[in-house]
């Protein structure tokens, strides 16, 4: 391996094309990577060849994120050497990067929300300049849109932050493909599917695999094994910030990708294990009818549940979640909740951590009354609940006073569910919590929710992973503001969610 | 199946569609207040509905507009300028005096000051300092610096200025045609060409513009600068009008300023700001400010007072249109 090194070969100007199907688009060689103290990439080698679509996986932290802000320019390496099509790139930087075709979607989100589609584009293109620029960025990125999400009924006027997270990140892939002066090779695609729904994710792989297919490279990041098995040629598996392994798709299926992830076993038979602990019915803990809904159908939830809230993304289950969270304050109609209630939010960046505080403050916000000694809060108890959870849902950093962004987008979660956990809430909603939580992080959380089901809790939990919702003991399926259907464990697949949720409305 | 989309479009439509009457609503917001406004006047003195009393009414709006739009840069950036005031009476005094007695040195300083207002920006974003804290500073500085300049009121503003702002143009009031002027020019600059919407999205979401290969420095700078050009305009027209200077006369615009922007529809945060609307604000505060209070009768002791209170009232309504918007 370290003797690729020696094979690339520096030319300056316009020299190319020679073999060049053989010449990687980019290939990394001993790249390493500090913060501080921590290593965040330990010598990794890597490289994508033209054609290719590169499944990247691992644990939150094994440095996939590091790795690609080298490849798309945004982070430098502290040793080692990129080199682009054969040339090795001394000075390597975002505009160098655009400039040889290299992008990248990151995971969060990176719109401007005050500015429309077609102005969102222009910040990527600095040729969408001079008369007539505005006109020029609205076909450029509606024609990307109509080629990747057919039907998606964006405007290129539209502001984004009027849009839901779902069609932000849509914009943001389709951005990614558009195509001005600067050519384009790869594209980084970070969990391009973490906020969109079945279909429409589905309807972005398929673009992905035309793409690889038309003789570009991509990197596709996800924490969803099964679209990466499913898409990707080759599979690079990262652990503790190295490679760990890399191999033809063909080579890996579920198990051996998540045993050479490390950390948590694969297990499958989630839903067998809930089979058998479907609990006695409860007391009634929810009844809540969604606003739109026209026919007899509402949620039931009974205490020991955990209820699934499927469909399209934003038809309607985060606007239940949100109407039975204000119900368990003030009496509304159509909405019964008998215990109190905690949320746990899924865009946590805007609606779950407050960035100034430390975890333990972060943990604790959601049980004040409990914290405090007569006016005061009491640091000693807070310290002790905050204690209490990290070792309870294992939140890995070296002080819970740290500030809460110390930790990284897994552990702020942990951090998210431990408030609402540690609360006296006996009803816990979930909106779409998970989204680009690593899978071992997933498996330990989903391992606690069904120990605190057991003890009496009700969860309602609104997910885009269909995989999640085998965790359920029922699940309500949506379509526009609707309940249209109500699955029990066993007749809940795949097919019948994804019918449900295009069929008419009951 | 294919009917699907089609039906879920529809119903993203009409929710985008009630988000969009929601911002209509937000956007007609200032030019409603001013309209009241008009409204309140002509009703209490409808003689001053006419050419001149238009020009006398609004005359003191340009500089304000100017002031605000130069708060707008800044805002636009996710920062605060609180030393527009006092910058704009530091720009006054050497109007009155510099450029009338010696226009070169007198030209020199004013850019200069622009270049000063320039490496703020540069300041700010490189160390990574509140602008309040800097801005607020500065006010010291420009207010010394002025009354260095003219000790006590006097000073004398050029001739071609004061014939400037005395235009007469005829049917329209010239306030009027500078404001409609301002805000045609500003929103062009920043609301429809390329490189505005890089400055306003500096102010919407930082990390992706660097991302993207733009260079946050320029963009503050540039901000900065374009506040000092305003600010510059802003004082030049306020000696113009007052044909002198004093080193306290620009005091009050960093509130009515920042004010403006608000009531013009702009936020503190996010690079949501609109020239049209700040434009349309520092009108209504204009005309709130004296004209109005003055024929309710009420006495000037009160008028700063009453000043705030319209103040609240309007900021008051515009939270709650855009709560309707949530």
């Not at chain 1, 080579?251 to 809930?274: C, N, P, S, Y």
């Not at chain 1, 007569?374 to 209490?388: D, G």
């Not at chain 1, 029922?474 to 795949?494: M, Q, S």
Request: glycine content about 10%; hydrophobic content about 50%.
């Amino acid at each position: 391996m370290p003797e690729a090194g020696t094979e690339i070969i520096r030319l300056d100007g316009a020299e190319k094309h020679f073999g060049a199907a053989n010449i990687d688009i980019i290939r990394l060689d001993g790249a390493e990577k500090h913060f501080g103290a921590v290593r965040a990439l330990a010598g990794v080698d890597f490289h994508v060849g033209a054609g290719e679509c590169v499944g990247l996986v691992g644990h939150n932290g094994a440095g996939k994120s590091t790795l690609m802000h080298m490849v798309a320019g945004t982070l430098m390496p502290d040793s080692g050497r990129i080199a682009v099509r054969g040339h090795v790139e001394d000075n390597y930087s975002v505009p160098r990067a655009q400039q040889l075709g290299i992008r990248c979607v990151f995971q969060e989100l990176s719109l401007c929300p005050n500015l429309s589609v077609a102005e969102n584009t222009r910040i990527n293109h600095t040729t969408l300049r001079g008369f007539g620029w505005r006109r020029k960025a609205a076909d450029l990125i509606a024609a990307k849109l109509d080629e990747i999400f057919p039907g998606h009924s964006i405007s290129a006027s539209d502001i984004a932050s009027d849009l839901s997270i779902g069609r932000r990140q849509m914009i943001e892939v389709a951005r990614a493909f558009t195509v001005t002066q600067d050519p384009l090779e790869l594209v980084i695609l970070d969990e391009p599917t973490s906020s969109l729904d079945a279909h429409t994710a589905g309807q972005l792989l398929a673009f992905v695999r035309r793409f690889v297919a038309g003789g570009k490279s991509c990197i596709l990041i996800s924490h969803v094994l099964g679209e990466v098995l499913g898409n990707a040629d080759r599979i690079v598996v990262m652990r503790d910030g190295n490679v760990v392994a890399s191999d033809a798709a063909k080579a890996f299926d579920r198990d051996r990708l998540v045993t050479t992830m490390g950390g948590a076993e694969a297990r499958e038979k989630i839903a067998a294990k809930i089979a058998t602990q479907k609990p006695e019915t409860g007391p009634l803990r929810v009844r809540a009818r969604p606003a739109r809904q026209e026919d007899g159908n509402e949620l039931v939830a009974h205490a020991g549940e955990i209820i699934g809230l499927a469909g399209l993304a934003g038809h309607g289950q985060t606007d239940l979640l949100l109407a039975i969270f204000a119900a368990a304050a003030r009496t509304k109609t159509g909405i019964e909740v008998t215990a109190p209630v905690a949320l746990v939010a899924g865009d946590r960046q805007s609606d779950g951590i407050f960035p100034q505080w430390s975890i333990a403050q972060n943990i604790g916000i959601r049980s004040l009354k409990r914290l405090r000694n007569r006016l005061l809060i009491s640091p000693q108890r807070e310290a002790e609940l905050a204690t209490f959870w990290q070792r309870k849902i294992g939140i890995r950093t070296p002080d819970m006073n740290n500030n809460i962004f110390s930790l990284s987008g897994g552990n702020q979660q942990k951090a998210l569910f431990a408030r609402a956990l540690g609360s006296d809430a006996e009803i816990v909603l979930m909106d779409d919590p998970m989204r680009g939580v690593d899978i071992g992080t997933k498996l330990e959380v989903y391992d606690l929710l069904r120990e605190e089901a057991g003890r009496g809790r009700t969860f309602l939990w609104y997910t885009t992973e269909t995989e999640e919702l085998d965790n359920c003991h029922n699940v309500y399926v949506f379509k526009n503001g609707r309940i249209v259907a109500n699955l029990t464990r066993d007749e809940l697949t795949e097919e019948k969610i994804i019918q449900s949720s295009f069929g008419d409305a009951a | 199946m294919t009917a699907v989309p089609a039906e879920t479009g529809l119903k993203a439509s009409s929710e985008r569609g009630r988000l969009a009457r929601a911002r209509l609503l937000r956007g007609l917001l200032p030019a409603l207040s001013l309209v009241l406004v008009l409204l309140a006047i002509a009703w209490l003195n409808p003689r001053a509905i006419s050419y001149f009393g238009f020009s006398l009414m609004l005359n003191l709006a340009i500089p304000i507009a100017l002031a605000t739009i130069a708060q707008m840069f800044v805002i636009a950036g996710n920062e605060l300028d609180l030393s527009i005031g006092t910058f704009v009476g530091f720009v006054g005094c050497v109007t009155a005096t510099w450029l009338k007695d010696a226009p070169l040195v007198g030209v020199l300083i004013l850019l200069g000051s622009i270049c000063v207002y320039a490496l703020l920006g540069a300041l700010i974003y490189l160390r990574n300092l509140p602008s309040i804290v800097v801005t607020l500073g500065m006010s010291f500085v420009w207010q010394g610096l002025a009354i260095l300049i003219l000790p006590k009121p006097g000073g004398k503003a050029p001739d071609w200025l004061l014939s400037l702002m005395a235009f007469k143009p005829p049917f329209i009031p010239f306030p009027i045609i500078a404001a409609l002027l301002i805000a045609a020019v500003v929103h062009f600059g920043l609301m429809r060409t390329s490189y505005g919407v890089i400055l306003r999205g500096s102010g919407g979401n930082a990390a992706a513009l660097s991302r993207a290969g733009w260079s946050l420095l320029k963009t503050k700078v540039m901000l900065f600068a374009l506040a000092g050009l305003f600010g510059v305009l802003s004082g030049m027209a306020l000696i113009g009008i007052t044909t002198s200077a004093d080193a306290n006369i620009g005091n009050g615009y960093t509130l009515l300023a920042i004010a403006g922007v608000i009531l013009g529809g702009g936020e503190f945060v996010g690079g949501r700001i609109s020239p049209i609307g700040a434009v349309i604000g520092a009108l209504t505060l204009a005309l709130a400010a004296s004209p109005l209070l003055t024929f309710m009768h009420i006495p000037p002791d009160w008028q700063v007072a009453a000043n705030g209170a319209i103040l609240i009232i309007v900021l008051a309504a515009r939270v709650l249109i855009s709560r309707r918007e949530r």
